[in-house]
């Protein structure tokens, strides 16, 4: 559990700095751009594997309850709610078109999505960590780019040609994940 809380700490953290402008700028100004990407990298993937290490050691260790979701009527919820995540997360990086700009910050979408559909199935100590660690990090993200002012891409009329992709490439990566996710991640979606 260490591991995972110090991964946490770690992603988040460094995620969180992007968000304290002056405190992001005087570390640029510090240490110059391409060191302060390289050091942003190093401790993002340092952090994700942290997660991924932490989390894998949890699991084999057992999971601790702390509640039992009632996943007849979570399920349904949960996968619609991960195949939106996988349509935003496609949104991010697709050309402009009515989803994206009506989503605003799709990847912060995206990762608010996946983060609660995990929660709704998942009543483990180590799920509510890791799914609502992300959870509350998408919707400060999220707050603090609204008191910024960056509202994300301008409104677009009617759906284009790109949203239907959006919709496509999501879809397909949604099934493909449904599909796999037990190979890739170990265990069976119920």
Do not use: C
Not at 19 to 24: A, G, Q, V
Request: avoid cysteine; hydrophobic fraction near 55%; charge should be positive.
């Amino acid at each position: 559990m260490t591991l995972l809380i110090l991964g946490l700490v770690l992603f988040l953290g460094i995620h969180t700095l992007t968000t304290l402008r002056s405190t992001r700028a005087a570390a640029i100004g510090r240490l110059g751009e391409g060191a302060y990407k390289g050091l942003y990298s190093l401790v993002s993937a340092a952090g994700l594997v942290l997660i991924v290490w932490g989390f894998a050691s949890y699991r084999s260790a057992g999971y601790i309850q702390i509640w039992n979701p009632p996943v007849a009527i979570f399920h349904p919820i949960a996968l619609a709610l991960l195949w939106f995540a996988f349509v935003a997360l496609a949104a991010a990086y697709s050309p402009p078109g009515k989803i994206k700009a009506v989503l605003r910050h799709p990847m912060l979408v995206a990762v608010k999505a996946w983060a609660l559909s995990h929660l709704l199935v998942n009543g483990d100590l180590g799920s509510m960590l890791l799914f609502g660690g992300l959870l509350a990090w998408a919707v400060y993200d999220r707050i603090s780019l609204k008191r910024r002012g960056d509202m994300g891409p301008p409104p677009v009329d009617g759906f284009k040609p790109a949203d239907a992709i959006v919709i496509v490439i999501g879809t397909v990566g949604y099934v493909a994940v449904m599909w796999l996710h037990e190979s890739l991640i170990g265990v069976a979606v119920r």
